[in-house]
């Protein structure tokens, strides 16, 4: 079946600098990914939709410098947290979508960052 | 705008026994509906796709249904295991985006 890696797993990092998340999507093409943000206990909460060689889409309240996306080609998206806080520790999980209306979604493992 | 409602938000039962999730939607207008299952910790594990032409789909002791008409699915799972223990979250696909329900955390008790 449709496999989408992210990676890292788990980052660490100190307040003020920045983290790359990657998001591949490893034996199909993905016109279109997803970046979620989720809290302990709570469903996914959708940050920005990225489309392979366009802006991404930003939902409301998430701040586009912040969180930078890049989605380069049909098999990878990455998102950089820029400048991180405390406050951006968090689980951030990425799914990519094959092409076609009614294609699946297919999700990574999910990315634990903690800022200290 | 979709809204997606998963009742009932946690559920605990016996092992063995069968169970029925509930998943409610707002919109009929909808491609595809998606059940997946969340461990703790980790991403998500797409379960069963039901097409919005389709009425159900069976995967091992998994079976989905939809009622487009009615904005309702169902995931039942057949004789559960403590290996079923996790989040089940459905998902529906409109346009190109998709809308979750908030999940059902379900403990299969050994």
């Known amino acids: 079946g449709a496999v989408v890696s992210q990676h890292p797993s788990r980052v660490i990092c100190k307040s003020g600098t920045s983290v790359k998340i990657e998001c591949r999507s490893l034996?199909?093409?993905?016109?279109?990914m997803f970046w979620y943000r989720q809290f302990p206990k709570q469903s996914l909460m959708l940050m920005a939709t990225?489309?392979?060689?366009?802006?991404?889409?930003?939902e409301q309240g998430v701040e586009k410098d912040k969180f930078l996306i890049n989605h380069a080609s049909l098999t990878l998206s990455t998102l950089t947290v820029t400048s991180a806080h405390p406050e951006d520790s968090s689980f951030y999980i990425c799914s990519a979508r094959e092409v076609g209306d009614n294609s699946p979604l297919h999700f990574g493992n999910g990315t634990r960052l903690t800022v200290t | 705008k979709q809204e997606v409602t998963q009742i009932p938000a946690a559920l605990s039962v016996p092992e063995g026994e069968n169970l029925v999730l509930n998943c409610s939607f707002t919109d009929s207008a909808i491609y595809n509906l998606q059940w997946f299952r969340q461990d703790p910790g980790k991403g998500l594990t797409s379960l069963l796709l039901i097409q919005s032409s389709q009425r159900e789909q069976t995967s091992g002791r998994l079976n989905a249904s939809l009622d487009k008409s009615s904005g309702r699915s169902t995931l039942y799972i057949a004789a559960s295991q403590p290996g079923d223990s996790a989040t089940y979250l459905c998902?529906?696909?409109?346009?190109?985006?998709?809308?979750f329900g908030t999940g059902t955390s379900l403990t299969v008790i050994p």
């Open positions: 034996d199909f093409q993905a016109t279109t």
């Open positions: 998902a529906v696909a409109a346009g190109n985006q998709f809308y």
């Open positions: 990225s489309n392979e060689g366009s802006k991404a889409t930003y």
